[in-house]
């Protein structure tokens, strides 16, 4: 079946920090590859997306690789705000089907 | 323009009493979905609608759920004789075209539903 795996949080990080949080995926063929945010308060909305093996992602100083050789999309950022402090979301959408399927989330809360 | 919208942004309701869930997807959006978010998890798809026809309903978890998206832009996600493991936050998302997974999906801001 399908199904993404992210790194539980939360994860506390100081400002300028460099993130991580990992996701892994399973899915048949070759899925898309997104990430949500959830700032608090507010809806979800798409971060970055890849929809074939080896592109790149990037917005807003997050970038993610989808690396079909390890089935991970994890998200990077080099110096983190106290802005980002979010709720993350690493989702896959199988070709051919409409819907996307979601990790648990991760939470970041960024400290001055 | 408008994002998409949902009503009513929080609804506590009584064991066994029926909902209804509203979604105002962004104009012109050819497709439209439904998401079941619990506590502490990613959401989880519910159904799919592309204009007035649900291609896909396999994520409703029981047929208590049912949605409707008569004219082909809103849509409602009705619940009959809720129980508390209904108690979710909803979300729904709309997207322009039709060509699935490659497409980004805009959401509402949810319904919190807490059934007592």
């Known amino acids: 079946g399908n199904s993404v795996t992210q790194m539980e949080g939360p994860v506390t990080l100081s400002e300028e920090a460099f993130l991580t949080i990992n996701c892994t995926y399973t899915?048949?063929?070759?899925?898309?590859l997104f990430w949500y945010v959830q700032y608090p308060g507010e809806g979800l909305q798409l971060l970055l997306k890849?929809?074939?093996?080896?592109d790149k992602g990037s917005n807003k100083g997050f970038e993610a690789t989808y690396r079909k050789e390890t089935t991970s999309f994890h998200l990077e950022k080099g110096s983190v705000q106290v802005s980002d402090s979010a709720v993350y979301f690493c989702?896959?959408?199988?070709?051919?089907?409409?819907?996307?399927?979601f990790g648990t989330g991760t939470r970041l809360t960024v400290i001055p | 323009g408008a994002g998409v919208s949902q009503s009513p942004r929080y609804k506590v309701a009584k064991r066994g009493q029926d909902v209804a869930l509203r979604c105002d997807p962004i104009?012109?959006?050819?497709?439209l979905f439904w998401y079941q978010q619990a506590l502490g998890q990613g959401p989880e798809f519910l159904t799919y609608?592309?204009?007035?026809?649900?291609?896909?309903k396999s994520g409703l978890p029981s047929d208590r759920f049912f949605a409707e998206r008569p004219e082909g832009s809103v849509s409602t996600l009705k619940i009959q004789r809720t129980q508390q493991e209904d108690s979710a936050v909803y979300l729904c998302?709309?997207?322009?075209?039709?060509?699935?997974?490659?497409?980004?999906?805009?959401f509402g801001p949810g319904t919190r539903l807490l059934v007592l």
């Open positions: 998302a709309s997207s322009s075209g039709t060509s699935g997974s490659k497409e980004t999906q805009y």
């Open positions: 899915a048949t063929g070759y899925p898309s």
């Open positions: 890849a929809t074939k093996a080896d």
């Open positions: 989702a896959l959408s199988k070709t051919g089907a409409n819907n996307l399927f």
């Open positions: 104009s012109g959006h050819v497709s």
């Open positions: 609608f592309q204009n007035e026809a649900q291609l896909d």
